[in-house]
């Protein structure tokens, strides 16, 4: 049985390709390996209908394979018998859809397009088709999409697409955001019914000269009709013959012709200079233009021919060597022409031979005149003009500002540096010609209306003209200056002065401090009074000791009489008094705090003597005591008697034991005795038995150097 089968399959594969060759003659596609190769691609756009429905490149494989590997080759391209293959695979493929109608009008649909359409456009094309009168035509309109391949959408609404890369691609001309695409029109696309006019030559080749419509117009005269080439779109020229006549475009150029590929021409320099040749002497003839030089070339008369060279002060012309030439002569001499001058400051002129005219007259500065003007003096020569100066000049201050008419008008002036006013007005004034005169440190102008250049000589000057076109001829007022100018002084002359300010009368020369008569004065000064007045009060003290420290006790004017003032002088400190002149025990006076200023009309007592001391006033012990009268308490008195602190913190000073440091205040302890020989003790509570009346203790106290202290003490 198995053997029976296998037989079967080589009969069967026999018998088909029997049949397959009968096609293959009969077929008549001459190409069909070239047939299926096309064949490829419709296949591919074929199955790519479906894409809606998920159907891929992938997918599309076995389409190929079954209609194009295997079909194809085996009946030799035939569009009829590969169509039926087309109708089989492409029911197997849409079984998904599970609608066998259905399918059976889309798989007819799409052979119908694989037999009228896409089989004969890559099978049925003659081979000399793309030389046909219809070629270029379908070439220019649609050829730029032949690389183009259109699907429909089966399955959807959607129109068809066509993809791939058009011939012409890149950016549209003067419409740079917008690219060449393969969206053709129906008339372009071959797998329609409107596109199978040019269906049939979408596989030539792309002739881009067609597509893009290249016209090979000669660039220039000497260039031949251009050839474009197709697969590039390029035109290419040929050259015309050598000789071929041609225009330049140069006027001055004869003779143009075309030369390797360039028109060129002879230049005729007559032609460009324009020569006419014409004779400007009558002693030459003719006159012929040289082309190469544009020179003119004449011919030469014979010597000795009158002629007339057009001097006025030549005689007895005639022809020399094609130039006319005659004897000079001097017609100041022969008109016997004299120049002079109009006045005295004027130069005469000199007189031209050649035309017997005098020159102009030259100016003449300083040079001594008389403008015949009895008001002026010293008249001088200025540039021409004869000018005084007033026998009375004074100046008249305008103002700040630049000196000008009333309408701002300036005239000439010269300017330069002077160091002071007075040497500015100085020059106004020995300039007969100067009405004014500007100073502005150390800027001096001088105003005139006579001179046209800066005078020479002395400091340098710079000269400045008036207001163009019409000068001031007269100084009225002190025109403001422009911004940032200097701003000067303007001062006129005048019949009437002002006083002008010394710039320098309330200045100080330094070198009139610092001289040396001054310099030897100030330090003689300072030696004398740092050096000398010291070293005198020195030399005083040791020859003559330091001076004797006076004491005096003053009463103070208006005080009442228990108040004393004492006073001691520096370094004095006075013994105290001796117990057995009656003196009563030492105690020690303090200052307060505010001490009270001499009166002027205090007594003077001595210190040994109490008894000079007036009594306090008496008051009954049962009234109290005035306010400012009270007297201190006992135990305060007693602390003063034994040399121990008040309440008031106070200290005494005396000239018995010292400790400590020199002027500090400190405790003075006192044998006992002596207190009780001087009164005995103060008994608490009252006064001494001895003592009937109050009485006042005078002590000196020491003093720091060179200091006084008063103080006093009120007792009951």
Known sequence: MAAWREAYGRRLQADSERAASIECQTNPVKNVSQCCGRLMQEVTDLCLDYAPLGFTDATCRGWRHEIVAVSCNRHCGHCNRTSEVVFEICKFSLQVLGDGALITKYC?????????????????????????????????????????????????????????????????????WENYTCDMPPECMHHRAEGQKCAKYRWCRPDLCVIQRVECIPPDQCSDDGVCKPDEGLCFFRNRPNGYPCDDEISYTVRDQCVKGYCEGTP???????????????????????????????????????????????????????????????????????????????????????????????????????????????????????????IMSQFLTLGEGECSDKFGRRM????????????????CLEDAQCRAFNYAYPSCAIWGTVRIRAPTGGRPWSFLAGTVPQSAIKIEMASPTA?????????????????????????????????????????????VCFGVLPIGRCMRTCLCGPPTPKTQVEKLDGAGEDDLRFTADAYNERPPPSPAKGGVSSIAALADSDPMAASPGAESVDSNDLTQLPAPPAFDSDEPAPPDQSAPELPELQNLAEGKPTTGGRWTRSPGKRRGKKGEGQRVDEPEAQSSQAGGSIPKGGTSAADSAHETQQRTVDMAP???????????
């Open 268 to 390: 005729d320099m007559c032609i460009k200079y324009n020569s006419t040749c014409k004779s400007l002497s009558t002693c030459l003839t003719g006159g012929s233009c040289q082309p190469g030089s544009g020179r003119c070339t004449y011919d030469v008369v014979p010597d000795g021919r009158y002629c007339d060279d057009g001097r006025a002060y030549t005689v007895e012309d005639q022809c020399v060597n094609g130039f006319c030439l005659g004897r000079a002569v001097d017609l100041c001499v022969d008109n016997k022409v004299v120049c002079t001058a109009p006045n005295e400051c004027l130069r005469p002129g000199v007189c031209d031979p050649h035309t017997a005219a005098c020159s102009l007259p030259v100016p003449l500065s300083n040079r001594t005149c008389d403008d015949k003007d009895s008001t002026t003096a010293n008249d001088t020569c200025i540039d021409g003009i004869c000018v005084g100066k007033p």
């Open 412 to 427: 000439a002036r010269y300017i330069g540096d002077t160091p002071t006013e007075q040497e500015c007005e100085t020059v």
């Open 706 to 716: 060179a200091t006084s202290l008063t103080v006093g003490v009120g007792l009951m």
């Open 108 to 176: 007819k649909g799409t052979r119908d397009d694989y037999l009228l359409y896409r089989c004969p456009t890559a099978c049925q094309v003659p081979e000399n088709i793309c030389q046909d009168s219809i070629a270029d035509s379908c070439m220019e309109e649609c050829g730029t999409y032949y690389p183009c391949h259109c699907r429909y959408r089966k399955t959807t609404l959607l129109p068809e697409t066509c993809l791939g890369t058009p011939v012409i691609h890149g950016p549209i001309p003067n419409r740079t």
């Open 483 to 527: 911004h940032g100018q200097r701003a000067g002084i303007c001062r006129i002359k005048s019949e009437t002065s002002d006083t002008v300010v010394v710039d320098n009368e309330d200045k100080v020369e330094i070198s009139s401090v610092f001289s040396t008569r001054v310099m030897i004065i100030f330090f003689f000064t300072l030696i």
